[in-house]
C-alpha cells in the first residue's frame, strides 16, 4: 500500500528546496520580479499568481505558497497593501500549478507511476484544463481586488520607501549557484524523463544526492 515512488521523489524535491531557500533563491525571485515591475502592486499580483503557479508544477504547492507568502507579507508592509488577496491569489494558482503536471501533486506522483503515465501526457491533459483555469482565476483577482490595490499604491505613493534590493537575498553566492543549477537540471530531467527513462524516484534519489554532497562540502569548508 506504501508508493516508494512517491516517498522518494517529494523527499528529494524537499530536500533540494531546503537548500533553495536556505541560498535565498525564492526571495531573490520574488524581489527581482518586484524590480521588474517597479514595485506595482497590480502587476505584482498577476507576476506572483504566474509565478505560483509556474513553482508549483516541479515543487510542492504548500512549499511555494509559504516562500511566496513570506515574501508577499514583506512587500505589503512597504508598499502598505493588503496581503490577503495576494496570497488567496496564490493559492488558487498553487493548486492549478500542482494538478498541470505529474510531479506537481503526491496523487498525481501515484496516478503516474502506477499507470505509467509520463509529465507530457499530464502536461497535455490535466495541463492544458488547469492552463484554461488559471487564466480565469488571474482575471477574477483582478477584476475584484485592482481597484483596492490601486488605492494603496496611491497612498503610499508619497512616502519615500527604501526598497529591498534581490542581491539581497542572496545568502550565499556559491550556493545560490549550484542550488539554482540543480533546481534546472531537477525541471529537465522531470520534463524528458519519458525520454530518458529514468523514473521520479530516480529522479529524487539524484537530487538528493547531488544536494547533499554540495551541502556537505560547505559543511567541510566551514568547520575547516
Request: net charge neutral; aromatic share 10%.
Amino acid at each position: 500500500g506504501i508508493n516508494w515512488s512517491t516517498i522518494l521523489f517529494i523527499a528529494g524535491m524537499m530536500i533540494m528546496v531546503e537548500g533553495l531557500g536556505k541560498a535565498g533563491f525564492f526571495r531573490w525571485l520574488c524581489l527581482t520580479l518586484a524590480k521588474l515591475v517597479h514595485y506595482r502592486t497590480v502587476p505584482l499580483l498577476i507576476c506572483f499568481m504566474s509565478l505560483s503557479a509556474f513553482l508549483s508544477m516541479f515543487i510542492d504547492s504548500i512549499t511555494v505558497v509559504l516562500f511566496l507568502a513570506t515574501v508577499t507579507l514583506e512587500l505589503a508592509q512597504i508598499l502598505r497593501f493588503d496581503p490577503i488577496p495576494m496570497i488567496l491569489s496564490e493559492v488558487f494558482c498553487a493548486n492549478l500549478g500542482g494538478a498541470a503536471t505529474m510531479c506537481g501533486d503526491p496523487p498525481n506522483i501515484i496516478i503516474g507511476t502506477s499507470l505509467g503515465y509520463s509529465f507530457t501526457d499530464f502536461l497535455t491533459n490535466t495541463g492544458l484544463i488547469a492552463g484554461i483555469s488559471l487564466v480565469v482565476v488571474v482575471l477574477y483577482f483582478y477584476l475584484v481586488f485592482h481597484k483596492e490595490l490601486r488605492a494603496s499604491e496611491a497612498a503610499a505613493a508619497g512616502s519615500n520607501q527604501t526598497y529591498p534590493d534581490p542581491s539581497e537575498a542572496i545568502t550565499d553566492k556559491k550556493g545560490f549557484i549550484i542550488s539554482t543549477v540543480i533546481f534546472l537540471c531537477a525541471v529537465a530531467l522531470l520534463v524528458t524523463h519519458a525520454q530518458t527513462g529514468l523514473t521520479v524516484s530516480c529522479i529524487g534519489v539524484f537530487i538528493t544526492i547531488v544536494t547533499l554532497i554540495a551541502a556537505g562540502r560547505d559543511a567541510l569548508k566551514l568547520i575547516k
